[in-house]
């Protein structure tokens, strides 16, 4: 009993550990990027007291278009992240890994992962109907989701930096921190608390299961490799995507973009059956302890990291 109540106890301690550093990372990058928004507005004022709405607006949307505060906050978020794990074994064990790489391998891991992008889809299809149906939409935190980089600061913080950061962060010090309560349990956890991170009920959803492919490939092959997905991911399917299919009308975009995603889902789906048996074999053998999962999603910080994302994501749900 004092045993079970002591493990327990232990569990809690790393679990609100984790959950308040991503927390405080997740506070600086708004912090940075809420300081130069404010910085920039007091500029405009004292260039031009009388400045019009229509001029804050225009400012606004430069601002959103810009990468550099956010690039400038993940640099910032990072380093807090290393000051508060330099004491750890975390950060020695980030980029280990436990299998070769085969180019198989990398193309199974790559279709399955691209393969997630229609559940993407098919969640904001059915999320967006359900709420129509009420009056509600989310329409804006899918296209928010959803959008290119419109600048070359954008671009590399949304199709480089990002992904590496992200990789860093939730696959490195998030799943690391956890990986001594067994790799199952590291890697969903790990995954939930990624999605969350979005504050986007849709893009959440596609960024959990996401999550769940970049840990396990980060964990037995190691995170350089999970780093490469992402990259490919965001660079490629994102922006690469858009700019190469802008010259087309939105229908034939549509048609392009769901036929190129299906196709991977299909490849996905044979790859899941194949190896099905490897999957089982896997959950089995590193199968959580019986509470962890119970343990970890009532710890007071996890709590608190996922009510203020929850709150983030309703907030995206607007009247129509």
Same mark, same amino acid.
């Given at each position: 009993m004092n045993e079970t109540l002591n493990e327990k106890k232990e569990l809690k301690k790393t679990v609100n550990f984790m959950s308040l550093s991503v927390i405080f990372y997740n506070l600086i990058m708004i912090g940075v990027i809420m300081t130069q928004a404010i910085i920039e507005s007091v500029k405009l004022l004292k260039n031009d007291p009388n400045a019009s709405e229509a001029v804050f607006d225009?400012?606004?949307?430069?601002?959103?278009?810009?990468?550099t505060s956010s690039i400038i906050g993940v640099g910032a978020g990072l380093l807090l992240l290393l000051l508060i794990y330099r004491n750890k074994h975390v950060i020695g064990e980030i980029f280990s890994g436990n299998k070769i790489m085969t180019v198989?391998?990398?193309?199974?891991?790559?279709c399955v992962f691209m393969g997630v992008q229609t559940i993407f889809s098919a969640g904001a299809y059915g999320i967006e109907h359900g709420l129509n149906a009420v009056g509600y939409s989310v329409m804006g935190d899918i296209k928010e989701a959803s959008s290119s980089s419109m600048t070359i600061s954008m671009f590399? &913080? #949304?199709?480089?930096?990002?992904?590496?950061?992200?990789? +860093?962060?939730?696959?490195? /010090?998030?799943?690391?921190?956890?990986?001594?309560?067994?790799?199952?349990?590291?890697?969903?956890?790990?995954?939930?608390?990624?999605?969350a991170m979005h504050g986007n009920l849709v893009q959440g959803l596609f960024a959990t299961m996401a999550g769940l492919v970049l840990g396990y490939v980060a964990t037995e092959h190691s995170i350089k490799w999970s780093i490469l997905l992402h990259l490919l991911n965001n660079m490629v399917m994102g922006d690469l995507m858009s700019y190469l299919i802008k010259g087309f009308s939105t229908s034939t975009q549509t048609w392009i973009t769901n036929g190129i995603m299906g196709v991977f889902f299909i490849i996905a789906l044979i790859v899941l059956y194949r190896y099905r048996n490897n999957i089982k074999k896997y959950l089995a053998e590193f199968?959580?302890?019986?509470?962890?999962?119970? &343990? #970890?999603?009532?710890?007071?910080?996890?709590?608190?990291? +996922?009510?203020?994302?929850? /709150?983030?994501?309703i907030d995206g749900i607007t009247a129509i």
């Open positions: 225009n400012l606004q949307k430069e601002f959103i278009n810009s990468g198989q391998s990398f193309l199974c891991c790559f590399l &913080y #949304a199709s480089v930096l990002a992904p590496v950061a992200e990789e +860093l962060v939730y696959r490195g /010090f998030v799943m690391r921190s956890l990986m001594k309560y067994g790799k199952v349990f590291a890697i969903v956890v790990s995954a939930i608390v990624f999605g199968k959580p302890e019986k509470g962890y999962f119970k &343990y #970890a999603f009532t710890s007071v910080f996890m709590l608190i990291f +996922l009510g203020l994302e929850l /709150f983030m994501a």
